[in-house]
């Protein structure tokens, strides 16, 4: 009688375990770091733009082809970034790898010119696959997971330009 409800009680906890997962779980990258910074313009009519910066480490090497990437209810696109001045939208990855990814959600301005308005579009509205609030989901391919949902994200001070 004893053993059985060892047993029961072991298989119980094993699938409480299994159940579950975390929701940064990827087969292709391990988020070391992801940082959220709004910036706002200091000329008139200029957008306010939310930027992730997102540091990950490669789990494995594949070619990453960036899709796009959703946050704040808008989608935008996803960027790598190589080094100080070069971004790509298509990488090779090696296994170890430490790489930056890079998200600009931007709103939409107007600028008013005399007789004439001229409105510059933001990112466009579209709902993230997995309704998870104050997360980044990614959507790249050449990977196992091919989506990727961040949600503990760092916000820093906003950036106010002159």
């Known amino acids: ?3 059985r409800f060892y047993i029961f009680f072991l298989i119980l906890l094993i699938s409480a375990f299994k159940c579950k997962q975390p929701i940064n779980k990827n087969s292709d990258f391990v988020l070391k770091s992801a940082t959220k910074m709004k910036y706002y313009g200091g000329v008139y009519g200029s957008p306010m733009v939310t930027v992730y910066t997102l540091q990950m480490e490669v789990k494995r090497g594949f070619e990453m082809v960036c899709d796009s990437s959703c946050a704040e209810g808008k989608i935008d ?3 790598i970034q ?3 001045f070069n971004t790509s939208q298509t990488t090779l990855l090696q296994k170890g790898q430490l790489v930056t990814c890079l998200l ?3 709103t939409e301005s107007v600028q008013n010119a005399g ?4 409105t510059t579009p933001g990112s466009l ?3 993230a696959p997995e309704d998870i609030p104050n997360s980044v989901c990614l959507k790249y391919k050449g990977g196992r997971s091919n989506i990727l ?3 503990d994200i760092i916000e820093l001070k ?3 330009a002159p």
């Not at 007789?115 to 001229?118: L, M, R, S, V």
Request: aromatic share 4%; glycine share 0%.
């Open 104 to 106: 600009s959600i931007k």
């Open 115 to 118: 007789d004439f308005q001229i």
């Open 82 to 84: 190589i080094d100080s």
């Open 1 to 3: 009688m004893i053993t």
């Open 149 to 151: 949902i961040i949600s």
């Open 77 to 79: 696109e996803l960027i």
């Open 158 to 160: 906003p950036l106010m």
């Open 125 to 127: 509205e579209r709902k």
